[in-house]
Structures are given as structure tokens and as C-alpha cells.
């Protein structure tokens, strides 16, 4: 299906309202007596027919752009796994209310989930009477989630959190301010000894009494004893679809309209090291086995709440195609050699096993227990990240290429080398182009597939971007550049797949 030009959601009336800013300046500024003239014919005969299905989004973990920001849980470091494996460990951004005379803190390795072995024990040494009194407000921990929670007058809000301790307890679970001072909800948690002396699950609402931009979770007592706690979680009842997206971010995706979903990135696919790349198969399942990893690229710890299920979802639930670029034994500091890399091209093949799979098969029945039994649409596979340099990408390509296909001959394959080097030896069904320049080279490249063959594998620009000092936080000047770029792909929209994949960013 098709689209008139004109009709593209205003894309092109945004260039144009740009165009005539800039000759508005240009013309105060020209010199008296002086005018400028811009002509635009958007005369019928004039429009362009554009696929629909031609724009969509490329996502990655990037800037907290999922872990803090489109995945809606709101506590940080939910597990405790952050510090890494070894303990005690750092437990930030968690912090304690009180001071080492009543309260020690430490994490431990006494988790129930051998995947994520590590939780936090709280040891209290004051009481509500007696010699060791409590602090009036108790003691206990907090945390401050992503820069402050969001916490919103009157709107629900799911926690769970698995706790232990053989001592009995009076604690109190409340969203406050960042200071404590202010109490937007609460919730107590009594037990005689013996009643959590096994980990347990235990859930419940929280309603706000009144907003808070800049609030915090916090878990305190004034009773004495010691209690574990492990994968503590603060969760919108509202998120989008239910699929556990913020609302307000996830809305604004779907009114982009995308028709094409590229996830989970590029280098944090990678890893600067393969110890922390992204591996798909650990972040599916319960969300609170899981191990997490490090995102060692951008700098944090990501809990993978937003996992291969969750970006396949948001993909259907945007209604768009998704693209699953997917580690092909590659960081950014190491390769696996092709005698070894059959482990990873598995990998791969399960993935769409995962992804497409009857419920019946091993990974398809995974899927099915998310609660997902319907195969997801997955037709497009991108084979790493920028690695067409690296020494042994194009014979691991091949054994990836010979696998997929074998499995799934439907499936189409996109590379990371350039049209030049795609041959019946080297196959690919498309190519990646990543475009990031100044404003004068972006506008040049409006014409980049100008002069490029008709036939052959279609291209797929999945990265484009003004940068350097040109581009600065936004530039009227580097969003026109960004502009004429895409209208120069509208040009050449032949080039492009027959699916519609063609550029997004």
C-alpha cells in the first residue's frame, strides 16, 4: 500500500515551514531594496506515491532510553546485582535510613534464583522501646529509581518483592519524597517468626495521595532482626497495553506510526567486551530471573526487564516489522573465530525458534508460558553491527547466512558490508548503511543513491545523524540537512526493500 507524498503525516510541511524560516532570516537580513523569492510547486501532478510501510524506529539501550525510560519499572537495580557477583558489593543507587549504630546493610549470595544469586541482608539493631530505640520514622532502605520516581496523585502502583527472615516483622513499604518528609502511600508488612522462613513473593497496590516528580521507594522497621530482601519491584498499573511500556512513551512511538522496529541497538548488541553483549536468551522468561548484565558500552546496569519478548511485543503492538540485530560473536574488542563460532550461530537459530516457533518446540514453548502462544512476525534478521572490516565477520556471515536459511529459507538476512562486496558467494537479501556526518556532508548525501543500480540487494539506512560541532543539542540547520537526506531516499525509494524497509532512526 501506498501514500501520497503530500499526505506523509506532515513531514514534508515541517521541511517546508523550516525552508521558509530560514528565508525569512535570509530575507530581514539581506539589504534594503533587496528580495528573495522561494517558489513550491505542490501542484498534483507533482506527488509521489510512498510506501507506507518506508519510515519506522531503530531502538538501543542508550542514555537509559529503555532501563529508566521506555520500560516502566521504577525501581533501579531491582535485584541488587548491580555490584556485580562478588560480596559484600555496591549496592547504588539503594541507600540506608539510619546509621551503622542501628542498621547494617550487606548483600549476600542467598537469593532463591540461582541466575541472579544475589540479595540484600538488612540486620536492625534498635527496637520501638527499650535501651536501642528506633529513630521515630524507623530505620531501613530506599531507593530513588532513575533520577527520582514519577510518582502521580491517585494512580496505582504494583509492588513485589520476594522477602526472608526467621524473626518477626512490622515493615513498612512507602512512596515518599526524596527527603522522606512527604507521604504519598504506604503499606505494612506484619508477620510472627517462622512465617517467612522461606523466601516469599509478596505483592500489593500502592495508591498515591498526591504527585511527587522527585519521590523514592522505601522499606523501613522498628523492630529488631534481620530480613532479607531480593527483587524489588515498582511498576505502573498502566503501562501501554499492558505490556509493561510507559504509557506516555510508548504512545508517543505509536503515533510515529513506525512500520518497522530495529532492536536492541548496534554496539550494545556488541558489548565492548562479550562478557557484557546482549544475550537474548537471558533476558526472556520471569522478569525476576533474569540475571541482568552491564551495559558496558553506555555505562550502566540494565536489569533486561526489556528483554528479546518485550521489544518483540512493543513491535506488534506498534504494529510494525520487527528487525532483530542479533551478536554474531562480535564486541567491539574481540571476534570469535570461525572454528569456534557454531555455539553462537545456534544461538541465533533458537532465537527465531523463541521468536516464531510452534509451542511445542523447546524455545517456542518458552514464549508460549510469557503468555504469547501465537508465533511473532519475525522476517528480518541483522547480522551484527558495522563488522564488515573486522577479520572474521564474512566467513561467519556465511555460517550464520547457510543456518538461518536451512531453518527458515522466509527469512531475509541483512549484512553489514556494502553493496560492492554482496555476491552469490557472499548473499545477502539487504544491506545496512549507517550515514553520521556534518550538515554539509548530510546535505550532499540527499543524492547518495542517486546514480546506485536498480536491481541487486535493497538498501536499509537504519542510522542517520548530523554530528560534530555542527550539530551541538539540535541545529535549525542540521534538521534541514537530516530532512533533505530523507527526501533524497524518498527519491530513490525503488532502492529499497520490497517490504518497505528503508530508513528510520
Known sequence: MAVPRRSLDGRLFWVLGLVCAMYQIFFVRSAAGQTAQLSVNASPQNTQMIPENMFGIFFEEINHAGAGGLWAELVNNRGFEAGGPNTPSNIDP????????????????????????????????CESSGNDVCPPGGVGIY?????????????????????????????????????????????????????????TKVEFDLQSSERNPNSRLQLTTRTSGIVWFDQVSLMPSETYMRHGYRK??????????????KFPGGNYVMGN??????????TVGPWEERPGHFNDVWGYWTDDGLGFFE???LA????????????????????????????????????????????????????AAMGHPEPFQLNYISMGNQECSMHYYKENYRKFYSAIKAS?????????????????????????????????????????FDSTPRGGPKAIVSEYAVTGNDAGRGTLVAALAEAAFLIGLERNRSLYSTSGLASWR
Not at 510494525?320 to 571476534?335: K, T, Y
Not at 548473499?427 to 540527499?446: I, R
Request: glycine content about 6%; aromatic content about 10%; hydrophobic content about 40%.
Open 94 to 125: 539503594w541507600l540506608i535510613i539510619g546509621d551503622e549504630s542501628n542498621i547494617i546493610v550487606a548483600t549476600d549470595r542467598s537469593s532463591c534464583f540461582a541466575t541472579n544469586p544475589i540479595a540484600l541482608r538488612m540486620e536492625v539493631l
Open 408 to 448: 527458515y529459507p522466509d527469512i531475509k538476512i541483512i549484512s553489514s558490508c556494502d553493496r560492492s562486496t554482496i555476491s552469490p558467494v557472499e548473499p545477502a537479501d539487504l544491506y545496512d548503511v549507517h550515514v553520521y556526518t556534518s550538515s554539509g556532508d548530510m546535505f550532499s548525501k540527499s543524492s547518495m
Open 311 to 313: 521489544f518483540l511485543q
Open 273 to 282: 567486551y562479550l562478557s557484557n553483549a546482549f544475550r537474548w536468551s537471558e
Open 248 to 261: 506516555d512513551l510508548a504512545s508517543m512511538l505509536a503515533n510515529l506510526k513506525p512500520k518497522i522496529l
Open 316 to 367: 506488534e503492538d506498534l504494529g510494525a516489522c520487527p528487525v532483530w540485530v542479533v551478536n554474531d560473536g562480535a564486541s567491539r574488542n574481540e571476534q570469535v573465530p570461525s572454528a569456534t563460532i557454531a555455539a553462537f550461530v545456534k544461538d541465533v537459530v533458537d532465537g527465531i525458534e523463541f521468536a516464531r516457533g510452534d509451542p511445542g518446540t523447546s524455545w517456542g514453548s518458552v514464549r
Open 143 to 199: 531507593n530513588p529509581g532513575f533520577w527520582g520516581m514519577n510518582i502521580e496523585e491517585a494512580k496505582v502502583y504494583k509492588v513485589s518483592m520476594y522477602i526472608m527472615s526467621s524473626d518477626s516483622m512490622d515493615l513498612t513499604v512507602s512512596l515518599t519524597s526524596s527527603d522522606g518528609l512527604q507521604n504519598l502511600a504506604a503499606y505494612t508488612i506484619t508477620a510472627d517468626k517462622e512465617d517467612f522462613k522461606e523466601w
